[in-house]
């Protein structure tokens, strides 16, 4: 399979120049030697024997990224992958296309493949906290859930009017939610229908964008107009016997893990980050009101006037906000201790290359390396690669493939 995914990855070079196999395997496969004796002896074989057939040798024998050196190329999906997801241990990644395929990242086997048979696009795709579970829906308003661990799965058809299409859903361990434009669902894990509800208090100049549920009552909503070029967002905060002040936005917002501080564009006419705080007033150990405090301003990044913010999106331990913008994206270390900059780090595509906004608040990613010395961010078919601590775009690589929809920092080994 390594050999193939190899092969694969070279058919362009090889197409036109096959004499030039012996390089192609080396430097694809080079890293594989330590634990596959049998790749070990095929790449020594490929160094001694392939200057008789090709006077091209690389000067080095590894090839850069993504080209080689091969990790995997995981292939299963006869249609094209909608999304996918990793788990909560970054042991495994869950895609779906018209089916759910589960790999196994240390190994890269595929561990489950679950078609359900359900007509239309899958929509989105989300994983329950304990991994346990999987859920999507689809364009015709049909959601699919998922037990990974025996691959039942229950269908659910759309609870409510036709009029009123399936726009999202999310997922806890022991419930379902889905929701449309004003409305969201609440189920168990059978697929059995709890109750209905509606978003109090909210006009219908607002949609919902997204949920995220801690139970029925306790949730956090985003809305939106409903137009494509309108950019204005609204915070719904629901705790349970009590009212929150609704905080208004545009753009782009993120949350913390623990989703105790939110980062957004809060200014008008101003791409400018803001801070808030999730705020209690307590007493007698009792809560008797709630709110979002502003905190702070972030320090601004060149020309966030006009520069319009897509995407915010925190890393994996919460030291660094993302941003995504029209032009490139932008950088804030959280680091207490020893912060790379205690501004704001922009790091500029090149000219004539551009962000775009797949969704209102979604758009290309940029992650940041485990050392902390390069960000990495996915442009149509290229990988951009930036000096964090100088600013400087230091290499574009060409990823071979088609676009690059989605990108996900993950380590492995020594990779």
């Known amino acids: 399979m390594l050999v193939a995914d190899a092969l694969r990855l070279g058919g362009a070079i090889l197409g036109v120049y096959p004499n030039m196999l012996a390089a192609q395997l080396v430097g694809r496969l080079l890293p594989e030697i330590g634990g596959n004796p049998n790749i070990k002896m095929l790449l020594e074989a490929c160094d001694k024997s392939g200057p008789k057939d090709s006077a091209l040798i690389p000067l080095n024998h590894c090839l850069h990224t993504p080209g080689g050196p091969l990790k995997y190329s995981l292939e299963g999906h006869q249609f094209a992958v909608f999304g996918f997801c990793l788990t909560s241990d970054y042991r495994y990644m869950v895609s ?10 240390s190994t890269s086997d595929l ?10 696009i899958m929509q989105q795709l989300v994983l329950s906290p304990d991994n346990k579970w999987a859920a999507a829906y689809t364009n015709n308003s049909q959601s699919v859930l998922l037990n990974m661990l025996s691959s039942e799965f229950a269908i659910i058809d759309n609870p409510f009017e036709e009029t009123e299409p399936i726009t999202g859903l999310f997922l806890l361990n022991k419930n379902l939610f889905l929701h449309t434009k004003l409305r969201y ?18 006009t219908e100049e607002w949609e919902l964008l997204f949920m995220e549920f801690t139970s029925f009552t306790n949730f956090f909503a985003v809305l939106w107009s409903g137009q494509i070029n309108e950019t204005r967002l609204l915070l719904f905060t ?10 208004n936005m545009h753009s782009v917002i993120t949350m913390k893990k623990d989703r ?35 905190v702070r301003d972030l320090p601004r990044y060149e020309n966030d006037v006009k520069e319009t913010a897509l995407q915010l999106k925190m890393d994996q331990n919460d030291r660094f906000l993302l941003a995504s913008t029209a032009n490139g994206f932008v950088v804030w ?6 912060p790379i900059s205690e501004e704001a780090i922009y790091l500029a595509l090149p000219h004539s290359v551009r962000n775009i906004s797949t969704k209102l608040t979604q758009s290309n990613s940029v992650m940041i390396s485990s050392k902390v010395d390069y960000a ?8 951009y690669v930036w000096s964090v601590k100088t600013k400087q775009l ?19 080994g020594r990779y």
């Not at 669902?185 to 909210?202: C, N, S, T, W």
């Not at 270390?333 to 020893?338: S, Y």
């Not at 574009?396 to 990108?407: E, N, S």
């Open 260 to 294: 105790s501080r939110m980062y957004c564009c809060h200014q008008e006419d101003l791409y400018q980050v803001s801070e808030f705080e999730y705020h209690e007033t307590v007493e007698n150990d009792v809560v008797v009101g709630a709110e979002w405090r502003h």
């Open 238 to 247: 629901s705790r349970e016997g009590l009212t929150i002040p609704t905080v």
């Open 96 to 105: 779906i296309s018209t089916r759910f395929i589960t790999w196994d990242l």
């Open 394 to 412: 230091m290499k574009v690589l060409d990823a071979h493939f088609g676009r690059i929809m989605q990108l996900e920092a993950l380590t492995i």
């Open 333 to 338: 270390d959280f680091d207490p201790e020893d």
């Open 111 to 120: 561990t489950r493949d679950v078609n359900p048979g359900v007509e239309g």
């Open 376 to 383: 990495v961010a996915g442009v149509r078919k290229n990988l």
């Open 185 to 202: 669902a609440f189920y168990d894990m059978r697929g059995a229908l709890i109750e209905k509800h509606q978003l109090p208090d909210i």
